[in-house]
């Protein structure tokens, strides 16, 4: 039990490595209610604004991710970087001396490194938890001196040079997602019985995809027997004039609908029946656990290539389609969508595979992570 004990979690970022911390957090609250909770992340990222929403306490200091590129802009950035690295060890120090963590948890993104290499120099056990199949540098060097490793993807463990043992806990995911059937979700939207492609390319609207995605709507958008809905992330005005100029008008489609962002992510992915997505963590989790047929294409431009290698631990069970971003174009994705909407039987064992490889208790599992963490010491 966690009852007594400060429980610190570092992370923040992005909503894929905030959410799945609350929803430990979460966890533990309800399980454990004398626990203290605090939350360490930057002022100007969503967690900023997610945490405190949740109820929990929160703690800024001041940190950037490092830029692979190696122009100026980079330069300038890694330069930066450094200095808000040495700057923020004295506030890490006195959060740490104020709060007197029982155990830090390394959740993600770039705060997580400078916080849990100061929480081991301090003596504090701490653990890490790796949402990719190919884990990035930053848990990889504080993996070295870390308690506990906790995994989403088994295959991420052969990357890591660790004494520390390593759990497969999976990446905890919403509750509303698994408390709506696709009956309702359907019902909810106002939806026939025709099949719902629904596609997003990232809150930052990949272009890649958003314009594969218009060649796919402009091509099956008639006669109507399919309806799409597209999530465009930033641009979505944009992304409207090259739709009608393509002689498509959402506000006279009833089967076309696009959005900058879904909202209500819990009802469409219930209710479709292909989904179409980059390879983030989150993502795939919450495919998977809704066992749902699924074309993803991976972003390039990410750190250590790491959504390939999400999406192919997916290929590699028959569990998902994938498209590289080099292959991908208007015919390919066309090609792809039209293929597995007319082998319903192919889009079921692709789900049933994806759902098979899904972890439905991760945030108990982390929860015994870190009540071992800190029963043992």
């Known amino acids: 039990m966690l009852d007594g004990k400060k429980i610190l979690f570092a992370t923040g970022g992005t909503g894929g490595h905030v959410n799945p911390a609350l929803a430990v957090a979460g966890f533990i609250r309800r399980k454990c209610p004398k626990a203290e909770i605090l939350f360490v992340g930057t002022a100007d990222k969503i967690e900023s604004r997610l945490v405190p929403a949740a109820g929990f306490a929160f703690e800024t200091i001041e940190m950037s991710g490092f ?7 980079g330069i300038k950035r890694n330069i930066e970087t450094l200095f808000k690295i040495l700057k923020s060890g004295k506030k890490i120090r006195k959060i740490m001396k104020e709060f007197k963590p029982d155990a830090v948890i390394g959740m993600g993104g770039y705060v997580s490194g400078p916080v849990l290499r100061q929480a081991q120099k301090m003596g504090i056990p701490t653990a890490i938890h790796e949402q990719n199949a190919y884990p990035g540098v930053a848990n990889k060097a504080v993996a070295k001196n870390a308690d506990c490793l906790m995994l989403t993807v088994e295959k991420a463990a052969r990357r890591f040079k660790s004494k520390a043992p390593f759990v497969n806990t999976g990446l905890p995911i919403r509750s509303d997602l698994l408390n709506v059937s696709r009956e309702e ?14 596609s997003m390319g990232g809150s930052l609207g990949a272009q890649a995809v958003n314009e594969a995605v218009l060649a796919l709507i402009a091509a099956r958008y008639t006669p109507a027997d399919i309806y799409f809905v597209h999530a465009t992330g930033r641009n979505t005005q944009a992304f409207l004039e090259k739709l009608k100029a393509l002689g498509v008008d959402p506000e006279k489609e009833k089967n076309v609908h696009i959005r900058e962002y879904i909202d209500d992510m819990a009802t469409y992915l219930n209710a ?25 294409i991976p972003s390039p431009n990410v750190a250590e290539n790491h959504q390939f290698h999400n999406a192919m631990a997916l290929v590699e069970k028959d569990a998902a389609f994938m ?55």
Request: charged share 30%; with cysteine.
């Open 67 to 73: 830029s692979r590129k190696f122009n100026y802009e």
């Open 323 to 377: 498209i590289e971003e080099k292959d991908l174009s208007g015919e390919s994705l066309i090609k792809a969508v039209d293929n597995l909407l007319k082998d319903q039987e192919k889009r079921k064992q692709l789900g049933l595979n994806a759902k098979g490889m899904a972890v439905y208790d991760s945030s108990e599992r982390i929860y015994d992570c870190i009540v071992s963490l800190v029963n043992k010491n």
């Open 185 to 198: 979700s359907r019902a909810k939207l106002g939806l026939e019985d025709r099949p719902l492609v629904l």
């Open 272 to 296: 479709a029946d292909l989904v179409i997505s980059r390879a983030g963590a989150s993502s795939l989790s919450e495919i998977q656990a809704l066992g749902k047929a699924s074309i993803l």
